[in-house]
């Protein structure tokens, strides 16, 4: 697989061998984890693992300046959900966290080096015009003023139009479900409510049940049309599957939840990518119960060819000329996915010559 | 090897081709481009920084594009890339050289944070250095291009870089912005000089850079202590006055000058208190450079 072969990848199944890079590669390799935003990861494992110091300094200081980034973001992320949790306590309803902000309250490892633009909720879709008014009562306002725009993300789409607060000009996403309304499955985002875990020892603040976690980031990314931070989303899921699957009913579980949530196919890309890329450790079992769910070799061949180009980072030195191709391709997928075909083509009609144009 | 052992025509190629390695204080940066006039402003401008080819290792790649469309014949343009990035609208051709030095300010302070970043400039002599901080507009780089044709070692004329470890200043000496009207006092105070081609209607007005003195260049590994933060404002026609300003207020100018301050957290405050601490303040009212100079010429070091 092209993305296996970055030097970023690489390294990041081997964070040992970083010590033996000389200077050209160093540059290189701060090119790439630049490109896909794992400088800070990169600088998370060395320190982890005691090797920050042996890194010669002109690399470090990228690596480390890329570190006071990430750290700052997380305080500034924990802030932010205190005043969720403060704004949604007053209509009773707790905080559950998606992606990035969940990883880090709940002090998961993908939360080690890991900038996230915005934070993530789950609420239940009966309570979502109390939870936008709770909000819009503590400031938050939503971003996106054309009733188009507005309209589309109520009717079809799993979230509301993203939220801004007017002080801290944070970006909120309120999810009612993990896939939009539009899309070909349709797992019950009850299931994943009724699941939900607390984040930490405030009964208030929660976060997905482990299984429940994976499989939305597998769907986050297998359904996702931008693949630019692609090998990121992945190395998130390598560290959620290193770290869960630790525990011996970790695997069964996550093979029966996904038929369950009708999640088997993006479980499916999101196993195999994360072990042929990345190397994450996959056992016997889950194994056999994959090759149950395996589509038809050529479908899995093709799917090789994209994912393998468009999980590289986006970085000339990881591109050859069908790169581009490739996550054209898998752009096009996505919408697939997301929408019927007559849908697409009313929105990309309205779009393209009904929305107002923005400069 | 230094910029100005090559010939114009070997700079142009070598720009072309595999770009060039410039050492520049603490970084390196990789400069790849094609366009004329970049590379005559890197002769002229850069001849005495080294080539710092044999290290590999470059902090920021950068290259300039004309983009190959039909802006090639229309008004032609110019695009700044950071490895393959577009950060920025293009900008007229003729601004090319001018891109280069603001996308290289972009580069360090968007992408250094091991530094407290702030945006001032930093001259040193005879072991103390003075810091200025200022909006656009009050003389900075005037005053600061004026100091260093008089003695003062430049160590940079836009970003102060302070050390995490000792609070030393790191220099990062480049070519002096000036603008508009500064061009020509600056010509009238030193004629000897050398700048740059006036580049017109930018988004600054006409700007030129003038080249640091090459004994700047050298010394540029050489970190300094700070020893004065001045506040500089030009008034025309105002008397000369240098007044003491009280560390509070200079804390809070400060801040608001600092592009990482709030990033570093606690320890950026930790460190900008140090610096002040360290610092006699003062808020600069003058008109006349040679006045200036004089006043900068009497700055008595702290008491430790």
Redesign the interface.
Known sequence: MKAAYSLVAQVLRHPETAVLL???E??LLI?QA??ADLLARIYAMLDEQGLIDSI?A??R??L???D??V??HA?AIRREVHCLRKALATIDLPVILLKGAAYLMADLPPARGRIFSDVDILVPKGHLNQVEAALRLHGWASSHHDAYDQRYYRIWMHELPPMMHLKRQSVLDVHHNILPESARVHPDPRKLIEAAVPAGEDQSVKVLAPVDMVLHSATHLFHEGELEHGLRDLADMDSLLRYFGESPSFWSALMSRAQELELTRPLFYALRYANLVLGTPIPESATINQTVVRPHWSLVAVMDALYGRALAP???SCSDWLTGTARWLLYVRAHWLRMSPWLLVHHLFHKAFLSPKHS | MNVSALTPSELRSRLKEAGIFLQIGAFVIHVKTSIRSVAEGIGLLYADYPLAEDVGFADFHVRLISPGNLRRWFRPQVLFSFDGRIPFKPLPLDQAFPMLEWGMNWCVSGHAHQYLILHAAVMEKQGGSVIMPAPPGAGKSTLCAALVNREWRLLSDELALIDKADNALVPLCRPVSLKNESIHVIRKFEPDAVLGREVRDTMKGTVAHMKPPAESVAQRHVTARPAWIVFPKYQPGAPTRLEPQPKARAFMHMVESAFNYSLLGPQGFQMMANLVDACDCYEFTYSNLDEAVAVFADLKLPAP
Request: hydrophobic share 30%.
């Open positions: 000389g200077l050209a160093w540059d090119r630049r490109h010669p002109k690399p200081a990228h480390e300046s890329a006071t980034v750290k700052r305080q986006v970085h000339p």
